[in-house]
């Protein structure tokens, strides 16, 4: 039988990918080229939009438990990003265009997978896993109401960081070193002293905003959260933010600075760096001129200013079950952030938990149970809770997974004890078959 996968980022590539590995005919339908959204630069699938990293690796973080998870499923999109990864301390960073063709070949190299370059603008009939991102064109969004029987999505706003190239960067005053010399020196650090500190958020919270239209602070992503809008919240929130100083010390005064601004490593060839945390929506001559502000990058060349984004998401809950499913149409099925989870990693779940649920639907085979002590259970029981009176787009974290049975007080002892509860469950389901 044939599956039809709509839109071919993280989730959907994940998606066609699954199914096609357990012998299901695929046909992924991408807009791109044809049609580009505000947020595309490329024609390669898969691209990461937001120049941040996929985050932590650590299995005491819960995204790091959740990569490894997908990792141990054999998930295309940890393979690509493990065979793109650059250097960023604890993190899963990658570069963005390496990563993006590597998935893009993996795809359009499958036997058993045929990628169509169309606009899809209405449901179409299952079997169908929908995964058109949080930028899904007005068409197919007016078709989704319409097939939901609902006029209006959810929306939330979202925002990028500046990239800063590297020559530009004056070394003389900036040093490199990871937070409490966690693993290498993968992040170039930028001090201020708490006259420039003060100076620059006094700067920051009085700089212009780009228009986006029906943009209001309460919309804001708490883990995207405009730089500008963090400032607005007092004069110390970025010290307990992106710019906290806390596991760094100037190598010019041997100690802690009064606040960091952290850049990462963008691209393999470390000629193109992130500003970390520093997501905005300011207009491009005042992020140049506030940005610079900053001792290290009063030469810095931007060569991509932070653009702001709306992101649209469906009221899960009410209509979709814990694999991502349409309650009334199980061979209908969302995937990616339009579901409301947030994030790259989280969106690559949410395809493999979709695509293989569809693919036992179709087969005629049990649906395998990822419970809630899994990471990619966890997500798929948040989305579909129908408890939830608020619902709001949520990055994996350990409060949404199963507690323990027996009270570990430390936390990062507690963490590990999930996750490994947690992997032993994926391993089960592994040797089980799924």
């Given at each position: 039988?044939?599956?039809?996968?709509?839109?071919a980022?993280?989730?959907?590539?994940?998606?066609?990918?699954?199914?096609?590995?357990?012998?299901?005919k695929?046909?992924l339908?991408?807009?791109?080229?044809?049609?580009?959204?505000?947020?595309?630069?490329?024609?390669?699938f898969?691209?990461?939009?937001?120049?941040?990293?996929?985050?932590?690796?650590?299995?005491?973080?819960?995204?790091?438990?959740?990569?490894e998870?997908?990792?141990?499923?054999?998930?295309?999109?940890?393979?690509?990003?493990?065979?793109?990864?650059?250097?960023?301390?604890?993190?899963?960073?990658?570069?963005?265009?390496?990563?993006?063709?590597?998935?893009?070949?993996?795809?359009r190299?499958?036997?058993?997978i045929?990628?169509?370059?169309?606009?899809?603008?209405?449901?179409?009939?299952?079997?169908?896993?929908?995964a058109?991102?949080?930028?899904?064109?007005?068409a197919?969004?007016?078709?989704?109401?319409?097939?939901?029987g609902?006029?209006?999505?959810?929306?939330?706003?979202?925002?990028?960081?500046?990239?800063?190239?590297?020559?530009?960067?004056d070394m003389?005053l900036?040093?490199?070193?990871?937070?409490?010399?966690?693993?290498?020196?993968?992040?170039i650090?930028?001090?201020?002293?708490?006259?420039?500190?003060?100076?620059?958020?006094?700067?920051?919270?009085?700089?212009?905003?780009?228009?986006?239209?029906?943009?209001?602070?309460?919309?804001?992503?708490?883990?995207?959260?405009?730089?500008?809008?963090?400032?607005?919240?007092g004069?110390?929130?970025?010290?307990?933010?992106?710019?906290?100083p806390?596991g760094?010390?100037?190598?010019?005064?041997?100690?802690?600075?009064?606040?960091?601004?952290?850049?990462?490593?963008d691209?393999?060839?470390?000629?193109?760096?992130?500003?970390?945390?520093?997501?905005?929506?300011?207009?491009?001559?005042?992020?140049?001129?506030?940005?610079?502000?900053?001792?290290?990058?009063?030469?810095?060349?931007?060569?991509?200013y932070?653009?702001m984004?709306?992101?649209?998401?469906?009221?899960?809950?009410?209509?979709?079950?814990?694999?991502?499913?349409?309650?009334?149409?199980?061979?209908?099925?969302?995937?990616?952030q339009?579901?409301?989870?947030?994030?790259?990693?989280?969106?690559?779940?949410?395809?493999?938990?979709?695509?293989?649920?569809?693919?036992?639907?179709?087969?005629?085979l049990?649906?395998?149970?990822?419970?809630?002590?899994?990471?990619?259970?966890?997500?798929?029981?948040?989305?579909?809770?129908?408890?939830?009176?608020?619902?709001?787009?949520m990055?994996?974290?350990?409060?949404?997974?199963?507690?323990?049975?027996?009270?570990?007080?430390?936390?990062?002892?507690?963490?590990?004890?999930?996750?490994?509860?947690?992997?032993?469950?994926?391993d089960?389901?592994?040797?089980?078959?799924?």
């Open positions: 039988m044939e599956v039809k996968v709509v839109g980022g993280l989730a959907g590539c994940e998606a066609a990918w699954q199914l096609a590995n357990r012998g299901l695929v046909t339908c991408e807009m791109k080229p044809r049609k580009m959204s505000p947020a595309h630069h490329s024609p390669d898969a691209e990461l939009v937001c120049s941040n990293s996929l985050r932590g690796d650590r299995l005491e973080n819960a995204v790091g438990l959740l990569k998870e997908l990792r141990r499923c054999g998930s295309l999109i940890l393979a690509c990003a493990e065979a793109t990864r650059v250097e960023a301390g604890g993190c899963l960073a990658v570069d963005r265009q390496g990563f993006s063709r590597m998935v893009t070949e993996k795809i190299s499958h036997p058993g045929t990628v169509v370059e169309e606009e899809v603008t209405r449901v179409p009939q299952g079997p169908v896993i929908i058109t991102g949080p930028l899904t064109s007005d197919l969004s007016q078709d989704i109401a319409r097939h939901f609902q006029a209006e999505y959810l929306h939330f706003f979202d925002a990028a960081a500046p990239l800063v190239s590297a020559e530009s960067i003389d900036a040093w490199w070193q990871s937070r409490y010399d966690r693993g290498t020196a993968d992040y650090n930028c001090a201020m002293d708490k006259e420039r500190y003060e100076a620059f958020v006094r700067e920051l919270t009085q700089a212009q905003e780009a228009e986006v239209h029906g943009f209001e602070d309460k919309n804001v992503f708490e883990g995207c959260m405009p730089v500008e809008v963090m400032a607005r919240r004069m110390d929130t970025l010290r307990y933010g992106p710019l906290k806390v760094l010390t100037d190598p010019r005064t041997g100690r802690e600075p009064y606040a960091v601004v952290q850049l990462r490593q691209n393999a060839a470390k000629s193109v760096y992130n500003m970390v945390g520093f997501q905005t929506h300011l207009k491009f001559g005042e992020q140049k001129r506030v940005f610079s502000m900053i001792p290290a990058l009063r030469n810095a060349e931007f060569v991509r932070g653009v984004h709306r992101n649209t998401f469906l009221q899960s809950p009410k209509l979709l079950d814990r694999y991502y499913a349409d309650r009334r149409d199980p061979l209908v099925a969302f995937a990616g339009m579901t409301g989870v947030e994030g790259y990693v989280e969106s690559t779940a949410s395809g493999y938990l979709a695509a293989v649920a569809m693919a036992a639907k179709v087969r005629g049990p649906v395998p149970d990822f419970p809630k002590t899994t990471a990619i259970g966890a997500l798929g029981w948040y989305i579909s809770d129908e408890s939830i009176e608020h619902f709001q787009p990055n994996i974290n350990f409060s949404i997974i199963a507690p323990l049975e027996k009270r570990i007080r430390k936390k990062a002892e507690k963490n590990m004890a999930i996750a490994q509860r947690s992997l032993q469950v994926i089960g389901l592994l040797a089980n078959g799924i």
